[in-house]
């Protein structure tokens, strides 16, 4: 599996993103899926996961109502679509697999971290 994140720049407060991470190695469809986000100075926070199958999906709560995560597995992508951000979203995202119990937000239940991508919100 390798991972790799893309999507993000910078945009204004209120604005919109869509995050992907995609898997080259093609072999990630079988795994669910998380997103985290690190912000200078601050540890990894967990963003949001889905299953394989995309049939289910949980989320922080400081995300819900604002961020939406979908798969694609025909295309080996995983989306974070990110709404009304906020100068506090600005981190780097990053995708991993989870090896843990569904419905865990804990960063050592997820493992094969890919390389992340930069949001920045300005005010």
């Known amino acids: 599996v390798q991972l790799q994140a893309s999507g993000g720049g910078l945009v204004q407060a209120g604005g919109s993103l869509r995050l992907s991470c995609v898997d080259s190695?093609?072999?990630?469809?079988?795994?669910?899926m998380g997103w985290f986000r690190q912000a200078p100075g601050k540890e990894r926070e967990f963003v949001a996961a889905i299953r394989w199958s995309g049939s289910s999906a949980y989320l922080a709560d400081s995300m819900k109502g604002r961020f939406t995560i979908a798969r694609d597995t025909a295309k080996n992508t995983v989306y974070l679509q990110m709404n009304s951000l906020k100068p506090e979203d600005t981190a780097v995202y990053s995708c991993?697999?989870?090896?843990?119990?569904?419905?865990?937000?804990?960063?050592?239940?997820?493992?094969?971290w890919g390389q992340g991508t930069l949001v920045t919100v300005s005010s």
């Open positions: 991993a697999l989870l090896r843990g119990s569904w419905g865990s937000k804990a960063p050592a239940d997820f493992y094969s």
């Open positions: 190695g093609r072999t990630f469809s079988n795994f669910d």
